[in-house]
Protein backbone atom coordinates (compact mmCIF):
# COMPACT_ATOMS: atom_id res chain seq x y z
CA UNK A 1 0.00 0.00 0.00
CA UNK A 2 2.73 2.22 0.86
CA UNK A 3 4.85 2.02 -2.42
CA UNK A 4 1.31 2.46 -4.37
CA UNK A 5 0.80 5.67 -2.55
CA UNK A 6 4.45 7.08 -3.35
CA UNK A 7 4.52 6.09 -7.05
CA UNK A 8 1.01 7.66 -7.41
CA UNK A 9 2.06 11.01 -5.75
CA UNK A 10 2.77 13.68 -8.12
CA UNK A 11 6.28 15.29 -8.48
CA UNK A 12 6.93 19.21 -7.98
CA UNK A 13 6.20 21.20 -11.14
CA UNK A 14 7.53 24.83 -12.03
CA UNK A 15 5.43 26.91 -14.30
CA UNK A 16 6.40 30.57 -16.15
CA UNK A 17 3.67 32.89 -14.68
CA UNK A 18 3.36 33.42 -18.97
CA UNK A 19 2.31 30.58 -19.24
CA UNK A 20 0.25 30.08 -16.08
CA UNK A 21 -2.12 32.64 -17.67
CA UNK A 22 -2.36 31.79 -21.24
CA UNK A 23 -3.07 27.85 -20.33
CA UNK A 24 -5.54 28.85 -17.51
CA UNK A 25 -7.66 31.20 -20.02
CA UNK A 26 -7.21 27.96 -22.66
CA UNK A 27 -8.16 25.22 -19.74
CA UNK A 28 -11.43 27.39 -19.23
CA UNK A 29 -12.17 28.24 -22.68
CA UNK A 30 -11.89 24.29 -23.76
CA UNK A 31 -13.96 23.36 -20.45
CA UNK A 32 -16.96 22.58 -22.97
CA UNK A 33 -15.38 20.56 -25.88
CA UNK A 34 -12.72 18.85 -23.71
CA UNK A 35 -13.74 19.11 -20.15
CA UNK A 36 -11.54 15.80 -18.86
CA UNK A 37 -8.43 16.92 -20.18
CA UNK A 38 -9.43 20.61 -19.26
CA UNK A 39 -10.17 19.84 -16.12
CA UNK A 40 -6.45 17.72 -15.50
CA UNK A 41 -4.57 20.61 -17.04
CA UNK A 42 -6.31 23.07 -14.68
CA UNK A 43 -5.47 20.47 -12.11
CA UNK A 44 -1.87 20.75 -12.36
CA UNK A 45 -1.21 24.45 -13.04
CA UNK A 46 -2.97 24.62 -9.51
CA UNK A 47 -0.89 22.77 -8.07
CA UNK A 48 1.94 24.37 -10.00
CA UNK A 49 4.73 26.51 -8.43
CA UNK A 50 4.23 29.98 -10.25
CA UNK A 51 7.31 31.80 -11.20
CA UNK A 52 8.57 34.72 -13.40
CA UNK A 53 9.21 33.64 -16.54
CA UNK A 54 12.88 34.73 -17.02
CA UNK A 55 13.43 32.11 -12.84
CA UNK A 56 12.11 29.10 -14.74
CA UNK A 57 15.15 26.85 -14.98
CA UNK A 58 16.45 25.57 -18.16
CA UNK A 59 15.63 21.72 -17.50
CA UNK A 60 11.78 22.11 -17.13
CA UNK A 61 9.12 21.96 -19.68
CA UNK A 62 7.16 24.56 -20.73
CA UNK A 63 5.13 25.51 -23.64
CA UNK A 64 6.92 25.01 -26.80
CA UNK A 65 9.69 23.08 -25.41
CA UNK A 66 11.11 19.92 -26.91
CA UNK A 67 11.22 17.23 -25.02
CA UNK A 68 12.43 13.97 -24.84
CA UNK A 69 10.86 11.35 -22.26
CA UNK A 70 10.72 7.66 -21.33
CA UNK A 71 7.38 5.89 -20.99
CA UNK A 72 6.91 2.68 -18.68
CA UNK A 73 6.86 0.44 -22.09
CA UNK A 74 10.70 1.20 -21.62
CA UNK A 75 9.92 3.48 -25.35
CA UNK A 76 11.22 6.68 -25.86
CA UNK A 77 9.85 9.50 -27.51
CA UNK A 78 10.74 13.44 -28.72
CA UNK A 79 8.24 15.72 -28.70
CA UNK A 80 7.53 19.48 -28.91
CA UNK A 81 4.76 20.82 -26.83
CA UNK A 82 2.54 23.05 -28.51
CA UNK A 83 -0.70 24.75 -28.40
CA UNK A 84 -3.94 23.04 -30.07
CA UNK A 85 -3.79 25.33 -33.28
CA UNK A 86 -0.02 24.06 -33.57
CA UNK A 87 -0.14 20.49 -33.33
CA UNK A 88 0.83 17.78 -35.58
CA UNK A 89 1.38 14.37 -34.52
CA UNK A 90 3.28 13.69 -37.90
CA UNK A 91 6.13 16.51 -36.42
CA UNK A 92 5.77 15.52 -32.76
CA UNK A 93 4.09 18.20 -32.19
CA UNK A 94 1.65 17.59 -28.93
CA UNK A 95 -1.06 19.72 -27.93
CA UNK A 96 -1.21 20.68 -23.89
CA UNK A 97 -4.50 19.50 -24.33
CA UNK A 98 -4.18 16.03 -24.76
CA UNK A 99 -3.95 13.98 -22.00
CA UNK A 100 0.13 13.41 -22.08
CA UNK A 101 0.49 16.92 -23.13
CA UNK A 102 -0.91 18.06 -19.70
CA UNK A 103 1.24 15.64 -17.85
CA UNK A 104 4.37 17.04 -19.21
CA UNK A 105 4.13 20.54 -18.07
CA UNK A 106 6.00 21.53 -15.73
CA UNK A 107 7.94 18.67 -15.04
CA UNK A 108 11.73 18.97 -14.69
CA UNK A 109 14.51 16.34 -16.01
CA UNK A 110 14.21 12.85 -13.99
CA UNK A 111 11.05 13.49 -12.36
CA UNK A 112 8.38 11.02 -13.54
CA UNK A 113 4.60 11.78 -13.68
CA UNK A 114 1.85 8.85 -13.93
CA UNK A 115 -0.85 9.94 -16.15
CA UNK A 116 -4.24 8.26 -17.49
CA UNK A 117 -4.60 8.08 -21.56
CA UNK A 118 -7.81 8.44 -23.69
CA UNK A 119 -7.92 4.50 -23.12
CA UNK A 120 -8.91 4.90 -19.68
CA UNK A 121 -4.68 3.05 -19.55
CA UNK A 122 -2.39 4.35 -16.53
CA UNK A 123 0.73 4.76 -17.99
CA UNK A 124 3.76 6.18 -16.39
CA UNK A 125 6.90 9.05 -18.02
CA UNK A 126 10.33 10.29 -17.23
CA UNK A 127 11.49 13.24 -18.38
CA UNK A 128 15.04 12.44 -19.94
CA UNK A 129 15.97 16.09 -21.74
CA UNK A 130 14.40 19.24 -22.41
CA UNK A 131 15.42 21.68 -24.71
CA UNK A 132 14.26 25.34 -25.25
CA UNK A 133 12.70 27.19 -28.09
CA UNK A 134 14.58 30.29 -29.08
CA UNK A 135 12.81 33.26 -27.31
CA UNK A 136 10.67 35.53 -29.43
CA UNK A 137 10.54 39.28 -29.40
CA UNK A 138 6.95 39.54 -28.34
CA UNK A 139 7.75 36.87 -25.43
CA UNK A 140 10.94 39.36 -24.35
CA UNK A 141 9.16 42.25 -24.23
CA UNK A 142 6.28 40.76 -22.01
CA UNK A 143 8.65 39.21 -19.79
CA UNK A 144 10.48 42.61 -19.02
CA UNK A 145 7.49 44.52 -18.33
Known sequence: ???????????RIIVSD???????????????????????LQAELDRAKVVPAISVPADVVQMGSTVEFRSDNAQQRRVTLVFPGEADIAQNRISILTPIGAALIGLSIGQSIMW???DGRK?????VQV????????DLASQNS
Open 116 to 118: TAR
Open 18 to 40: IDYKRLTNLASGAQSQFAEVAEE
Open 1 to 11: MTQLKKSSRKP
Open 131 to 138: EQPEPVAG
Open 123 to 127: HELTV
